[in-house]
């Protein structure tokens, strides 16, 4: 899966260009005018990296970055300034507040590339996320979101689709999954699991993902 890029620019052609030259790499990229672009953007999905113009009409780029940097779901996506301030104070703005990078304009598209394919890497490295086909597990948020949108999930769902994402493809037995999510000690009904393996396949599917759970009888369950 491409890695996804927001951009916010109020110059349609720096858009066009960002929108040209991005989509034609590795990555799939989206361009805004504005912050409620935007922000409106990211409810429906979070993107790998921001790219953000300090000097737009509206809302400038350092507050878009601010609150970014304040909201649970973005604080750790990376953002690289694209800016004509070339002054060091205006680098030194973005960077405190939280800012990964400041590329001055006009800049090249091949060294813009770079710059995000590197902020990219390190994120990831820094991160402590797992993934399987359009899940992604995002242990230090707690979170498991598909294709970038949050699903809403109860503690043992959590544990349950973050053990079968660690163990895709591979068949896991009940018993296994029982001590794994519920504890050596759990004395419950026995249908338990199977309950919330139901609930967390209506969500999943609800919410569009390609993976799916499947029963193995007399066995237990896989996620392909």
């Not at 361009?31 to 737009?56: G, Q, T």
């Not at 899940?135 to 109860?154: I, M, N, R, S």
Request: charged share 30%.
């Amino acid at each position: 899966m491409k890695n996804l890029i927001y951009a916010v620019e109020d110059e349609p052609s720096i858009r066009e260009l960002y929108y040209v030259a991005l989509n034609g790499t590795d990555f799939e990229a989206l361009c805004f005018k504005d912050a409620e672009e935007l922000f409106d953007a990211v409810k429906a999905r979070v993107p790998d990296l921001f790219i953000l113009d300090i000097m737009l009409e509206k809302t400038d780029g350092y507050d878009i970055l601010a609150k970014l940097k304040e909201q649970t779901e973005t604080a750790d996506i990376p953002c690289i300034i694209v800016s004509a301030k070339v002054e060091e104070v205006s680098k030194v703005i973005g960077l405190n507040l939280g800012a990964d990078d400041y590329i001055a304009k006009p800049f090249g598209i091949l060294e813009l590339i770079a710059r995000i394919k590197a902020n990219i890497r390190k994120s990831k490295k820094t991160s402590k996320q797992k993934a399987y086909k359009d899940l992604t597990v995002d242990e230090l948020k707690h979170t498991v979101t598909v294709a970038g949108k949050a699903l809403p999930l109860t503690n043992k769902e959590y544990k349950l689709i973050d053990l079968m994402i660690s163990n895709a493809e591979t068949v896991m037995n009940r018993e296994d999954i029982f001590k794994s999510v519920w504890g050596e000690d759990y004395m419950g009904e026995t249908r338990t699991l199977d309950m919330h393996v139901k609930e967390l396949r209506k969500k999943i599917a609800d919410y569009g993902s390609v993976c799916v759970i499947e029963t193995v009888r007399s066995v237990g369950y896989v996620i392909k």
